[in-house]
T-cell receptor, first 118, second 109 residues
């Protein structure tokens, strides 16, 4: 158990709909990362938040948005869903500090939310 | 641009040794991570290298050559439970991880 929690575990919805995925980081971690992993594909980095502020953006579509709240939990909002959005969505947390100390930069992954768009 | 290359798939025999290679090109470099991911599960941390050389941790070892932009993960005494995808990720100058597509390792009895 990494200490990162994600809800829900599974989500089935229809095209055009909007969903919200939730992530609670490990205690003490200030940074949250969101990833998308389609079937048999690698991890695609979407976005990173650090202590409530957006720190880095990856291949995140305009239909997707995220935020990190004062209690450090994060939500990923996916709207106007398409069939191709079906994937595993992982949240990871870490201290996100700028340092060469290895464990400071390690990311701990939650169990993921499996999204199926029908 | 930034890029990570690793083989898509490898097959090995139970009890044998396998080496999974990774080459990287990043803007700056602050270390290389290896993660293991079983199908449908979350990636889990295996190793981190920031200095050249070999880091050994039980049956798993990881090697880094910064001058060559190259790393490998060495798995010894392979077990069936080692069947998984192995993800290589390099940390760039902004301390962002650049991920490879992963190497699917198939272990045969």
């Amino acid at each position: 158990d990494s200490g990162v929690t994600q809800t829900p575990k599974h989500l089935i919805t229809a095209t055009g709909q909007r969903v919200t995925l939730r992530c609670s980081p490990r205690s003490g971690d200030l940074s949250v990362y969101w990833y998308q992993q389609s079937l048999d594909q690698g991890l695609q980095f979407l976005i990173q938040y650090y202590n409530g502020e957006e720190r880095a953006k990856g291949n995140i579509l305009e239909r997707f948005s995220a935020q990190q709240f004062p209690d450090l939990h994060s939500e990923l909002n996916l709207s106007s869903l398409e069939l191709g959005d079906s994937a595993l969505y992982f949240c990871a947390s870490g201290q996100g500090a700028t340092s060469e100390i290895p464990l400071v930069n390690e990311q701990f992954f939650g169990p993921g939310t499996r999204l199926t768009v029908l | 641009g930034q890029n990570i290359d690793q083989p898509t798939e490898m097959t090995a025999t139970e009890g044998a040794i396998v080496q999974i290679n990774c080459t990287y090109q990043t803007s700056g470099f602050n270390g290389l991570f290896w993660y293991q991911q079983h199908a449908g599960e979350a990636p889990t941390f295996l190793s981190y290298n920031v200095l050249d050389g070999l880091e050994e941790k039980g049956r798993f070892s990881s090697f880094l050559s910064r001058s060559k932009g190259y790393s490998y993960l060495l798995l010894k005494e392979l077990q069936m439970k080692d069947s998984a995808s192995y993800l290589c990720a390099a940390m760039d100058s902004n301390y962002q991880l650049i991920w490879g597509a992963g190497t699917k390792l198939i272990i045969k009895p």
